[in-house]
């Protein structure tokens, strides 16, 4: 448990402004964003909608004694893998988390496409990529990972609705990035959602895991999803398929023991996607369930 104490907890402002889909609530302004994350005493938080870049960015995080635990970057790809300039893209990324300050580099595909209507039931026939695609986008990533050295950690993000989802497609990756500076970021609810048992794949990665999303689903939506009572991922962000973190399905004890088993003492980000509840106060919610779960442990 020495080592997760340690871990510092942040929060993804997705919960104020949801970057994938912006009519879920008003914008709000990134200054009340940074100003919430002091009052709920996160540490650190994901580059935001609406943050300013650069030097703007650092000033406005160091007066607040903010870190930018992460910047969140997703690479073009459809159903035969990578496509476009994916290349140019991360390296896009590495240098806007190198000049905002980013601690971690967070990479993942896009999502919807011919994924979207398989989210939470890929297993049931839904269209997979190819052994070659694994390939091109292992090779891509130890590349971006080796080109950030020790100035930002590299990790992969498997994400419900796109081409890595489920617990064997991120075996299947893990595979092509062991021996390379690339890490995973384990997203335990997108995992969920995929089939996937997080405190499994803990243990199973330990040696890949560098970066941690804790939140928590809804087990009616996700099993309505699943069921095709709602009509893909998008309807059930709306649905709120993801829940404070509590309220839903995840063994939060569970993950947090596994993490702690496996000697991590890196970010531990609160996210939730969209509420039911004011965004403050959905946050606030996470940050006391992560806290309280993390004091049960160490006792």
Same mark, same amino acid.
């Given at each position: 448990?020495?080592?997760?104490?340690?871990?510092?907890?942040?929060?993804?402002?997705?919960?104020?402004?949801?970057?994938?889909?912006?009519?879920?609530?008003?914008?709000? /302004?990134?200054? +009340?964003?940074?100003?919430?994350?002091?009052? &709920? #005493?996160?540490?650190?938080?994901?580059? $935001?909608? =609406?943050? @300013?870049?650069?030097?703007?960015?650092?000033?406005?995080?160091?007066?607040?004694?903010?870190?930018?635990?992460?910047?969140?970057?997703?690479?073009?790809?459809?159903?035969?893998?990578?496509?476009?300039?994916?290349?140019?893209?991360?390296?896009?990324?590495?240098?806007?988390?190198?000049?905002?300050?980013?601690?971690?580099?967070?990479?993942?595909?896009?999502?919807?496409?011919?994924?979207?209507?398989?989210?939470?039931?890929?297993?049931?026939?839904?269209?997979?990529?190819?052994?070659?695609?694994?390939?091109?986008?292992?090779?891509?990533?130890?590349?971006?990972?080796?080109?950030?050295?020790?100035?930002?950690?590299?990790?992969?993000?498997?994400?419900?609705?796109?081409?890595?989802?489920?617990?064997?497609?991120?075996?299947?990756?893990? /595979?092509?990035? +062991?021996?390379?500076?690339?890490?995973?970021? &384990? #997203?335990?609810?997108?995992?969920?959602? $995929?089939? =996937?048992? @997080?405190?499994?794949?803990?243990?199973?990665?330990?040696?890949?895991?560098?970066?941690?999303?804790?939140?928590?689903?809804?087990?009616?939506?996700?099993?309505?999803?699943?069921?095709?009572?709602?009509?893909?991922?998008?309807?059930?962000?709306?649905?709120?398929?993801?829940?404070?973190?509590?309220?839903?399905?995840?063994?939060?004890?569970?993950?947090?023991?596994?993490?702690?088993?496996?000697?991590?003492?890196?970010?531990?980000?609160?996210?939730?996607?969209?509420?039911?509840?004011?965004?403050?106060?959905?946050?606030?919610?996470?940050?006391?369930?992560?806290?309280?779960?993390?004091?049960?442990?160490?006792?």
């Amino acid at each position: 448990m020495t080592r997760l104490s340690e871990a510092p907890i942040g929060c993804v402002p997705i919960i104020w402004n949801n970057a994938d889909l912006r009519d879920l609530g008003p914008e709000v /302004a990134y200054e +009340t964003v940074l100003d919430e994350l002091v009052r &709920l #005493d996160f540490a650190g938080c994901q580059f $935001g909608i =609406g943050f @300013p870049e650069g030097e703007a960015i650092r000033s406005e995080l160091a007066r607040r004694n903010l870190r930018l635990a992460e910047r969140y970057w997703a690479l073009p790809a459809d159903g035969g893998g990578l496509v476009g300039d994916a290349e140019g893209s991360a390296r896009q990324a590495l240098a806007h988390a190198r000049s905002t300050g980013a601690e971690v580099l967070v990479l993942a595909l896009d999502g919807g496409g011919g994924r979207d209507e398989w989210a939470g039931r890929v297993d049931e026939g839904g269209p997979r990529w190819p052994d070659a695609a694994f390939d091109g986008l292992g090779a891509l990533l130890g590349t971006i990972a080796e080109e950030a050295a020790d100035d930002v950690m590299v990790a992969f993000h498997p994400h419900a609705a796109t081409w890595i989802e489920t617990a064997d497609e991120t075996d299947a990756l893990a /595979a092509r990035l +062991t021996g390379s500076r690339a890490r995973l970021c &384990l #997203d335990v609810g997108h995992f969920t959602v $995929g089939g =996937g048992n @997080p405190v499994e794949a803990i243990g199973r990665h330990e040696q890949l895991i560098g970066h941690v999303h804790l939140k928590d689903v809804d087990g009616d939506v996700l099993r309505r999803l699943r069921a095709r009572e709602i009509g893909g991922f998008a309807p059930a962000i709306r649905e709120r398929i993801f829940t404070e973190l509590g309220n839903g399905v995840l063994d939060l004890p569970g993950v947090l023991r596994a993490l702690a088993g496996i000697g991590y003492s890196g970010w531990l980000m609160v996210e939730q996607d969209s509420s039911w509840l004011p965004p403050s106060e959905a946050a606030e919610i996470g940050g006391r369930a992560v806290r309280n779960a993390l004091l049960e442990l160490g006792s």
